[in-house]
């Protein structure tokens, strides 16, 4: 029976890897999906095969989880709108994490002939994970809007760092008394406040690289928990997930041009926050009709999305505005930063749902030498990844930020519902340029009114 079961785990890592490679392009992401799902399928079916799952009560728990969490899960998924998945991703990552971090505690619990490289390894994942869980939930709650605004306390650095010396020491004393309730329950409730208080000061263009190292962060708990209870089909998938997380993590900080240990141990300058909000000179609306005019007569224009088009589910709009100008002969491409959105690849999502070429889609350096030969840059939404401020201010929070050089286009005009600030409070001093020019409302409305007013024109 184990050579089945070891049989079906080898098919389970070669239908993850096949997945995760489909899942790199828009055209076969949907493919991509289904191969793992069947793998995880194949993951769980081989698991009632195992020999220590031989009761008729163990059979019963199991089929009872599944049912719960596959409910809520279909559910869920059905009901979630797409501007809300970065919350959905953030929150069933926080579970994983979770999970890992329970089994390790139940296994230091109940028995007792763990050896000594097993109960290392349990009480890395459980540290791996309990962070993962509780900062995976302050995550959910910052983009649900739970929770608004940056928190950082005095010395929280310190605090951090006195934190994480304070479980490690309780997870040697666990090497030791490994059934000390007392000890294990002050090791846990350390390393919870511990994601909490990792999370708590981070926002803005930080927030996808946090979710992309807490996803990471859960696969491998999920390794480090295979090897404990000996399971390959864990083991393979936590390090899958673990390994593509992390890489793509390192990406996109690098993307920042930030570290990721700079992201979680430097507290958010709120001071600067204030100084950067004291922008000098006055926002300059525009009309749709001509806005539109302007776009119609253009050579090249930029698009550049952001939250704000996922808000108003304006992808659709964005496209068949796209088709129109292209059959007036004017050449349009979309710019997508890399932490563009909520979630990594927030943007190519929603573009490759509208059915957005993927050839017509570009990242930073492909992009930016482009803005300066373009007519129009049409920004929808976005706020720190096209903030000059970046690149002129050293005072600002986001210095240093590799931007796309919207403000390089001989006219900007940014699609937005008001005057408030982006999700990091930064004031946007783009948006004051004297070619910028703001054209405010929804931006699948607006987008309408575009094609009417370029129809006409």
């Given at each position: 029976m184990n050579l089945i079961?070891?049989?079906?785990?080898?098919i389970v890592a070669i239908l993850f890897i096949l997945g995760l490679k489909a899942m790199t392009h828009p055209r076969s992401a949907r493919q991509g999906i289904i191969v793992a799902g069947c793998g995880m399928l194949l993951a769980v079916l081989a698991t009632f095969c195992h020999h220590e799952i031989n009761t008729l009560e163990n059979y019963g728990l199991i089929l009872l989880a599944i049912i719960i969490g596959a409910s809520i899960a279909v559910i869920s998924g059905k009901k979630v709108k797409m501007t809300n998945m970065p919350q959905m991703i953030a929150i069933y990552n926080g579970m994983g994490g979770g999970a890992a971090a329970a089994i390790a505690a139940v296994e230091l619990l109940r028995s007792t002939t763990l050896s000594l490289t097993v109960m290392i390894l349990a009480l890395i994942g459980a540290m791996v994970g309990s962070i993962s869980f509780s900062g995976s939930v302050i995550?959910?709650?910052?983009?649900?809007?739970?929770?608004?605004?940056?928190?950082?306390?005095?010395?929280?650095?310190m605090i951090n760092l006195f934190l994480t010396f304070a479980a490690t020491l309780l997870a040697i004393s666990l090497l030791f008394f490994p059934h000390a309730m007392l000890i294990l329950s002050g090791f846990f409730a350390?390393?919870?406040?511990?994601?909490?208080?990792?999370?708590?000061?981070?926002?803005?263009?930080?927030m996808p690289i946090v979710i992309s190292l807490f996803n990471a962060m859960t696969g491998l708990a999920v390794a480090f928990e295979g090897f404990v209870l000996n399971n390959a089909a864990m083991i393979i998938a936590g390090t899958v997930v673990g390994a593509s997380g992390t890489l793509l993590t390192q990406l996109m900080a690098k993307a920042m041009n930030q570290s990721v240990l700079k992201i979680l141990f430097t507290p958010h300058p709120t001071a600067n926050i204030q100084a950067e909000n004291s922008q000098t000179g006055h926002l300059k609306s525009i009309e749709p009709y001509d806005?539109?005019?302007?776009?119609?007569?253009?050579?090249?224009?930029?698009?550049i999305p952001g939250y704000g088009l996922a808000v108003a589910q304006a992808q659709h709009k964005i496209w068949e505005l796209t088709e129109l100008l292209e059959?007036?002969?004017?050449?349009?491409?979309?710019?997508?930063?890399?932490v563009a959105g909520r979630m990594p690849g927030h943007m190519n999502v929603l573009l490759a749902e509208a059915g957005v070429p993927y050839d017509k889609i570009y990242d930073l350096d492909e992009i930016n030498k482009e803005f300066i030969n373009s007519d129009v840059a049409i920004v929808i939404g976005a706020n720190d990844v096209v903030n000059p401020s970046a690149r002129t201010n050293s005072a600002s929070p986001i210095y240093g930020m590799p931007i796309l050089n919207a403000d390089q286009a001989k006219n900007v005009i940014v699609i937005k519902r008001g005057e408030g600030k982006g999700f990091s409070g930064i004031e946007n001093s783009l948006f004051y340029l004297d070619h910028a020019r703001m054209l405010y409302g929804d931006a699948q409305k607006i987008a309408g009114q575009l094609i009417q007013g370029i129809k006409q024109a």
């Amino acid at each position: 029976m184990n050579l089945i079961i070891n049989i079906c785990y080898f098919i389970v890592a070669i239908l993850f890897i096949l997945g995760l490679k489909a899942m790199t392009h828009p055209r076969s992401a949907r493919q991509g999906i289904i191969v793992a799902g069947c793998g995880m399928l194949l993951a769980v079916l081989a698991t009632f095969c195992h020999h220590e799952i031989n009761t008729l009560e163990n059979y019963g728990l199991i089929l009872l989880a599944i049912i719960i969490g596959a409910s809520i899960a279909v559910i869920s998924g059905k009901k979630v709108k797409m501007t809300n998945m970065p919350q959905m991703i953030a929150i069933y990552n926080g579970m994983g994490g979770g999970a890992a971090a329970a089994i390790a505690a139940v296994e230091l619990l109940r028995s007792t002939t763990l050896s000594l490289t097993v109960m290392i390894l349990a009480l890395i994942g459980a540290m791996v994970g309990s962070i993962s869980f509780s900062g995976s939930v302050i995550a959910y709650a910052k983009l649900q809007g739970l929770i608004q605004g940056i928190f950082c306390f005095r010395f929280h650095s310190m605090i951090n760092l006195f934190l994480t010396f304070a479980a490690t020491l309780l997870a040697i004393s666990l090497l030791f008394f490994p059934h000390a309730m007392l000890i294990l329950s002050g090791f846990f409730a350390l390393l919870l406040i511990l994601g909490i208080l990792f999370t708590t000061p981070i926002g803005g263009a930080n927030m996808p690289i946090v979710i992309s190292l807490f996803n990471a962060m859960t696969g491998l708990a999920v390794a480090f928990e295979g090897f404990v209870l000996n399971n390959a089909a864990m083991i393979i998938a936590g390090t899958v997930v673990g390994a593509s997380g992390t890489l793509l993590t390192q990406l996109m900080a690098k993307a920042m041009n930030q570290s990721v240990l700079k992201i979680l141990f430097t507290p958010h300058p709120t001071a600067n926050i204030q100084a950067e909000n004291s922008q000098t000179g006055h926002l300059k609306s525009i009309e749709p009709y001509d806005a539109a005019i302007l776009l119609a007569y253009a050579k090249q224009i930029i698009i550049i999305p952001g939250y704000g088009l996922a808000v108003a589910q304006a992808q659709h709009k964005i496209w068949e505005l796209t088709e129109l100008l292209e059959e007036r002969g004017v050449t349009v491409k979309f710019a997508i930063h890399p932490v563009a959105g909520r979630m990594p690849g927030h943007m190519n999502v929603l573009l490759a749902e509208a059915g957005v070429p993927y050839d017509k889609i570009y990242d930073l350096d492909e992009i930016n030498k482009e803005f300066i030969n373009s007519d129009v840059a049409i920004v929808i939404g976005a706020n720190d990844v096209v903030n000059p401020s970046a690149r002129t201010n050293s005072a600002s929070p986001i210095y240093g930020m590799p931007i796309l050089n919207a403000d390089q286009a001989k006219n900007v005009i940014v699609i937005k519902r008001g005057e408030g600030k982006g999700f990091s409070g930064i004031e946007n001093s783009l948006f004051y340029l004297d070619h910028a020019r703001m054209l405010y409302g929804d931006a699948q409305k607006i987008a309408g009114q575009l094609i009417q007013g370029i129809k006409q024109a």
